[in-house]
Every structure is written in structure tokens, then in C-alpha cells.
């Protein structure tokens, strides 16, 4: 692809022609005269609209279609895993424990995303992206040799730098693909893929928390609280958990096989 878009006929005007584009010179541009600075200007208006388009880049549009889905795929699978693991698995008592790994997270992600494009620029958007699926697999490896919430807290920042990276640059990706008067289009289907894949994988991730998590009393029942005490098929599945229960009723699960399908998703992405 980077060899297409660099590639261009120049017009006779570069060598004092008349500037009829179809009879000038075609000249290769290399990377190393990119790194060098070399600079072609094409008359204003010229993008090559030959090499743009859906059409013309189907095989590369629907690859990094995909590797956006699983981007989405796994944003969903940890932030479902770690907020209802929370309470359930690690009796994190209050709100703002459980949602404080989003800290992390956001800044991570932050970080990446002012750096990624540059960084992209420079080293490729093949390099980047395959380093950030790198960095991805770390998330569910962590976790399973952990199984802390303390994995959840430091995997959230690795998964922000992961998102960051991978999603940024399949932005970028889609942008060369489609051409610079389809800015916009680009960013909006690729952004539309990744946030309808998270939403989509809620559904599967109900499925995992019914089959693969479960419940058990922790406490006998006269040491339970009163609430606890009073409620009916509280303990039996992971719905069923209610928070007046926590430490009383302890669910396991969170931090094995939903993370063993993340290590799968994230080894697909990286293969990709």
C-alpha cells in the first residue's frame, strides 16, 4: 500500500514542461527519499483517485475491518470482566474502587493516541500496529498468571496503550485507503465497526458469565448481614450475586476462561 500511495506520474512542469500529466516522467518515490525530504508537489487537486476507493482496496479494507472488530471484542470483554468481577470476586465495597481502573486506562490510551500518528508516520502503520497487538497479548497473560485485582488495575493501562496504538493507526489505515477527500468517511466506518463489535460482544460475554463463572457462600447465614439473610436465590449464578451479600457470596471465573478467549482474540489480532 505505502509503495501505491507513494507512487505517482509528475507532471512535466518539475522539468519545465507544458504540464500535461498522462506524457511526463513516472518517478518512484522511495522511502529514503521521504526520510530525506525529498518533496514532490502534485498540482493542487491531483490525489491519484485511481488508487483510492472501496473497490480498489477491498482485500486491505476488510483486514483491518477485522482487526478493528477485535479491537472492540476485547475492549468490551475487559471492561465487563473487570466491573462485575469487582464485587463479586475481589469485594471491592464502593463505586469508586470499582470503576477506578479506568484511570489508567484513559490515560494510557491518551498517551498513545498523542504519540501514535507520529510514531506511525515514521516507523509505518504495519510496525505500529503489529507492536500494539504485542503489547495486547500481555493483558490476558498477565491476568491469568496473576488473577489479582491488582492484574485488573495494571492491565487496564496496558489495554489503553494496546487500544491506542491498534485503533489509531487502523484509522489511519482506513484514511490512506480511502483517500484524502474521504477523510471523514474513513474515520466514521471504522469507527462504526469497532464500537458495533463491542456492543455486539455484550451478548457473548453474558453467555461466558453464565457458563464459565460461579457462586458460592463463603459465610454461614447467621453471619451474613440482615439483607443477605432476607433475600431469596441470592448465590446461585453470577446475576443472581446482589452487593448486601459481598464477602458472603464469592463468584470465581473472571480472571480464567474470559481471558483465555482474550489471549486468542489478541494472538488472531497479532496473526492478522
Known amino acids: 500500500t505505502l509503495s501505491r500511495l507513494t507512487s505517482a506520474p509528475v507532471a512535466n512542469q518539475m522539468e519545465g514542461g507544458g504540464g500535461q500529466e498522462e506524457d511526463g516522467p513516472r518517478i518512484e518515490v522511495t522511502d529514503a527519499m521521504l ?8 498540482p493542487r487537486g491531483k490525489h491519484r483517485p485511481d488508487i483510492y476507493g472501496i473497490r480498489k482496496n477491498l482485500p486491505q479494507l476488510v483486514v483491518t475491518g477485522s482487526l478493528t472488530i477485535i479491537i472492540g471484542f476485547t475492549l468490551q470483554l475487559h471492561t465487563l470482566a473487570v466491573l462485575d468481577s469487582a464485587g463479586r470476586q475481589f469485594e ?13 486506562f484513559a490515560l494510557s490510551k491518551a498517551a498513545a493516541n498523542l504519540g501514535v500518528g507520529v510514531l506511525a508516520d515514521i516507523h509505518g ?11 495486547g497479548l500481555l493483558v490476558p497473560l498477565l491476568v491469568l498468571t496473576l488473577g489479582t485485582w491488582e ?4 492491565t487496564a493501562g496496558i489495554l489503553g496503550l494496546h487500544q491506542g496504538m491498534t485503533w489509531s493507526v487502523t484509522i489511519l489505515i482506513f484514511m490512506d485507503l480511502l483517500g484524502p477527500e474521504h477523510r471523514g468517511l474513513a474515520s466514521g466506518m471504522n469507527e462504526t465497526l469497532g464500537y458495533s463489535a463491542s456492543a455486539l460482544f455484550a451478548k457473548v460475554y453474558g453467555w ?3 457458563n464459565m463463572v460461579s457462586c458460592d457462600w463463603t459465610r454461614e447465614a447467621a453471619q451474613r448481614s440482615e439483607e443477605c439473610q432476607l433475600a431469596t436465590d441470592v448465590c446461585q449464578t453470577a446475576d443472581t450475586w446482589m452487593q448486601a451479600c459481598i464477602s458472603s457470596c464469592h463468584c470465581t471465573g473472571y480472571t480464567e476462561q474470559p481471558f ?3 489471549a486468542a482474540m489478541m494472538a488472531a489480532g497479532l496473526a492478522i
Open 208 to 210: 461466558l458469565e453464565t
Open 125 to 135: 502503520r504495519r510496525r505500529v500496529e503489529t507492536v500494539g497487538w504485542v503489547v
Open 260 to 262: 483465555y478467549l482474550m
Open 35 to 42: 526520510h530525506e525530504g525529498v518533496e514532490l508537489e502534485m
Open 92 to 104: 471491592q465495597s464502593t463505586y469508586a474502587s470499582k470503576v477506578a481502573f479506568l484511570t489508567p
Open 151 to 154: 492484574s485488573m488495575w495494571l
